[in-house]
């Protein structure tokens, strides 16, 4: 033990759960040093390269809407259909994403308003199996664009996924068609169905809901593709241009509509459900 250890050890304002983990966080991007709490502040947004962290349902909610929100219950769903089993049970795997996001699946609506307008807002949540689509999720989006209809307000998702579930194999997949059947239902209904896209969305999420929103948004530098770089250039035998996955890049191209900083997505939010909401009638 060297002596800045012995010092630092008797030091009696440092307690035994202060540590480098909770005092700092260190930026995926650039890897700059910042202090936990400045990180948070800037809404986990790094100060230095503006690299946007991934957040939960909790800290998106509190980010958007107004003062209160109400959270949807989560539909229940049959879990483990397959009686599926790899190095661990599926179970045992959802047991675990459970404990530590204190959440019930990947997907998470609630519903508030914002700049007093109403608003429904789902929110992937990349912590719970990477923010994987299964059964239990695709039951959530459909929950939550019904619950749009019946409020008569704008549906809004933040897409974050490695794509479809391996667990519940085909099940995972017939997610897909459904969902969009939910954005049909939305259409039909004259209610605006807005996506942000943040990182990374990929797989079958960026293959189906993720990309059929009336207004398509994307954070700053996010990773939205289909499948991955080199299982693209194996199968077509090109190189492909550097950042092509990236939301800049599909900005260019004309994929997306626009790519909005996370300290403006309230207000950018708020303005396009000023134009694209039907208007409430009056009390």
Known sequence: M??????????????????DDTLWHKC????????????EENLSVCPECGH???????????????????????????????????EKRYT?????????TGEADALVNARGEIEGQPVVIAVQDFAFMGGSMGVGVGEAFVAGARAAIAARCPYVIFTASGGARMQEGILSLMQMPKMTVAVQELKEAGL??????TDPTSGGVMASYAMLGDVQIAEPKALLA???????E????????????????????G????????????????RLIGFLAPQREAA
């Open 255 to 270: 994929t997306i509509d626009m790519i909005v900083e996370r300290k403006e997505l309230r207000a950018m939010l708020a």
């Open 2 to 19: 060297n002596w800045f250890t012995q010092v630092r050890k008797r030091i009696p304002f440092i307690s035994k759960r202060s540590s």
């Open 92 to 100: 045992d795997r959802l047991r675990v994403a459970r404990n530590e």
């Open 52 to 86: 946007h962290g991934r957040i939960g349902p909790a800290e998106r909610f509190a980010q958007l809407f107004d003062e209160s929100w109400t959270m949807l219950p989560s539909p229940a769903v049959r879990e483990d259909p397959l009686k599926f089993r790899d």
């Open 28 to 39: 995926r991007d650039c890897e700059q040093m910042i202090y936990t709490k400045e990180y």
């Open 234 to 253: 194996n199968t077509i035998r090109e190189q492909l241009p550097e950042g092509f996955q990236r939301a800049e890049y599909l900005l260019e191209h």
């Open 192 to 197: 605006p169905y807005i996506v942000v896209l």
């Open 226 to 232: 289909f499948t991955g770089r080199r299982v693209i």
